[in-house]
């Protein structure tokens, strides 16, 4: 069974740093986009930012320059250091992934962490 376990979230003041990270388990055979996600009380989840297999890499508007998305595919884990938090951030992130599972078939199958709760606030 494969599972995506999140950590690194916690309460940081404005202007400070964070650093999620998302590893993958289980049987896997391949591993394609790797994303964050967030979801603000009250609000959509949106897609914060998202990495290819091959390192391209997608931000959202709002924090490009501030977040960079990175990923270790020896470690099957992808990383997000966000800097210069804002208030703006506080939200749940989710670590999302296309993983084919390991023991046969070819479909990419969508992945979901628990999330991590990331409060951003003096």
């Known amino acids: 069974q494969v599972q995506l376990v999140e950590s690194g979230g916690g309460l940081v003041q404005p202007g400070g740093s964070l650093r999620l990270s998302c590893a993958a388990s289980?049987?896997?055979?391949?591993?394609?986009?790797m994303g964050w996600y967030r979801q603000a009380p009250g609000k959509q989840r949106e897609l914060v930012a998202s990495?290819?297999?091959?390192?391209?890499?997608y931000y959202a508007d709002s924090v490009k320059g501030r977040f960079t998305i990175s990923r270790d595919n020896a470690k099957n884990t992808v990383y997000l250091q966000m800097n210069s938090l804002k208030p703006d951030a506080t939200a749940v992130y989710y670590c999302?992934?296309?993983?084919?599972?390991?023991?046969?078939?070819?479909?990419?199958?969508?992945?979901w962490g628990q999330g991590t709760q990331v409060t951003v606030s003096s």
């Open positions: 999302n992934a296309g993983i084919i599972p390991g023991g046969g078939g070819w479909i990419v199958n969508d992945y």
């Open positions: 990495i290819a297999e091959g390192g391209s890499t």
């Open positions: 289980g049987t896997i055979f391949s591993i394609h986009v």
